[in-house]
């Protein structure tokens, strides 16, 4: 995918609710703490190793629990090619009806 492709997609998801999306569509959970402080959640390299998004959903769950009295803020870092490589043939497929 080019560049310029990516940076539309980026474009697109913006504005997209993230605590909505699908695991499988995220990059990693950043989890901003007090004190300037900071845990990294690695979803993709968690989904190629093989868990199930269902654990890995659980998981997160669990460390924001953990952490509930300490966030400042939550980051989630979405999978742009993923995303990209999953919805665009479907768009494409609808746009041709037209």
Not at 23 to 30: E, N
């Amino acid at each position: 995918m080019t560049p310029d492709f990516i940076s539309k997609w980026e474009h697109i998801l913006e504005d997209v609710e993230k605590q909505r999306i699908p695991v499988y569509f995220l990059k990693k959970v950043v989890i901003k703490l007090e004190g300037k402080r900071q845990q990294t959640i690695n979803v993709e390299r968690f989904l190629k190793q093989g868990l199930d998004p269902e654990q890995i959903e659980e998981a997160v769950g669990r460390k924001l629990a953990e952490l509930d009295n300490e966030i400042v803020s939550v980051e989630f870092i979405l999978n742009i090619k993923i995303i990209a490589d999953t919805v665009q043939p479907e768009t494409d497929r609808l746009l041709n009806r037209l």
